[in-house]
Each structure stands twice: as structure tokens, then as C-alpha cells.
């Protein structure tokens, strides 16, 4: 039950928070860079207040093993699934703004589809990571969530944010030429043929840059 309503549960509160920082603060947030490093933050402080009582539990129970993993693990799996929230509060946010130049096909679908992405990935490390704990793995159980699903879904969030991670000049908004994601392109290009939008436009334009 933990594999299907952790993410379920956990996303949307986290986006909450985001909801009510974009609010009031949503211009001091001008592209989806800061979208996913407002996630990210958010998704850290979850994740240290989350590990802080499984650790002070394992502790009790004497498994320095247990705690190691912890440490590890936290500023890997929430941030990452909560800059895809971020990046999805930011469009919603984007998507409303005023832009009468731009036909847009659904102001929630960037949004849900970030969302949903995020949701994925975590049920995917919580499938994982207990499946393999469920087969005797114990504490390695992580590891091919680490070395394996970590690094994809990095990648995949490093498309949607221009194609790079370069951190000194990483608030900078990304090119026109790296505007859409290949991975986002290639799933709603036959959705998008049929509108008359131009998606590249629209993400620019919601960038406000």
C-alpha cells in the first residue's frame, strides 16, 4: 500500500506548499529553472524531516546500516521527484498568466503531466527498493534505485530544464533551440499536430524570458 499512497499522497502536499509560495512570490519565480529548484527545496525539506524519524527509529533499534542508508538516500529521492512538482506548479502558474498572443490547448495539462511524472518515479523507487527488500536484499536493497533509477530520471529532468545541469549559470533561462523536451516532445507530438499551438511558444513565453 506504501508503493501506491506515498506518491500519491506526499506529491500533491508537497505542490501545496509550492502553490502558496507561487502565490505571493510568483514573480521572483521568471522560469522553470527556479520551478524546479523551489521543488527541489521543498522536496529536501520533506524528505530530512521524513529520514530525521526513520533514523531516530533504526537508531532505537541499533542499525547503523540502516541509518547510513537514510543519510544517503534523502537528498536523492525527494528532491528529485519534487522538482518535476515544481516544474509542473510553475507552468500551471505560466499557463495563467496573461498571454493573448497564445492559444493555448489546456492551461492543467503541463501541470498533471509533471505531477504525474513525479508520482511515477517515486512509485517506481518505492517498487523497487521494497520489491528487492521483500527478496532478502535488506539495506542493498536501494542500491539499483541509486545507480540505476536516480540517473535516468535525472536525465529526464535535466531535458525538461534545457539539457544541462551546469550550476554556476543554472538560473539562467534555458535557449529557445532547448526549450522543449525531447522526451516531452516525442509523446504529444501527434496530440499537438492537431491544435493549433505552437508548443516551443508557449513554453518561451511562459518562461518570461
Not at 515544481?86 to 493555448?104: E, N, T, Y
Amino acid at each position: 500500500m506504501t508503493i501506491l499512497f506515498a506518491p500519491l499522497i506526499e506529491e500533491p502536499v508537497k505542490a501545496l506548499g509550492m502553490l502558496i509560495v507561487f502565490f505571493f512570490m510568483w514573480k521572483t519565480i521568471p522560469n522553470r529553472r527556479y520551478g524546479a529548484a523551489l521543488g527541489a527545496t521543498s522536496g529536501l525539506g520533506f524528505g530530512v524531516a521524513e529520514s530525521i524519524l526513520y533514523i531516530a527509529q533504526l537508531a532505537a533499534a541499533g542499525s547503523a546500516e540502516g541509518v547510513f542508508v537514510r543519510v544517503v538516500v534523502t537528498p536523492l529521492m525527494h528532491p528529485l521527484w519534487s522538482a518535476f512538482v515544481g516544474i509542473g506548479v510553475f507552468a500551471l502558474f505560466s499557463g495563467r498568466s496573461a498571454q493573448p498572443d497564445i492559444k493555448k490547448s489546456s492551461p492543467w495539462l503541463l501541470p498533471l503531466l509533471f505531477v504525474g511524472l513525479a508520482m511515477l518515479t517515486h512509485c517506481i523507487w518505492n517498487t523497487l527498493s521494497l520489491g528487492l527488500s521483500y527478496a532478502g536484499l535488506g539495506y542493498f536493497a536501494t542500491v539499483p534505485d541509486i545507480i540505476v533509477i536516480f540517473p535516468i530520471f535525472a536525465l529526464i529532468l535535466r531535458d525538461f530544464l534545457g539539457g544541462h545541469f551546469n550550476f554556476q549559470n543554472f538560473f539562467e533561462s534555458p535557449s529557445a533551440s532547448s526549450t522543449v523536451s525531447l522526451f516531452f516532445r516525442l509523446p504529444l507530438r501527434r496530440h499537438l499536430s492537431r491544435k493549433k499551438t505552437d508548443l516551443e511558444t508557449v513554453w518561451i513565453k511562459s518562461d518570461f524570458s
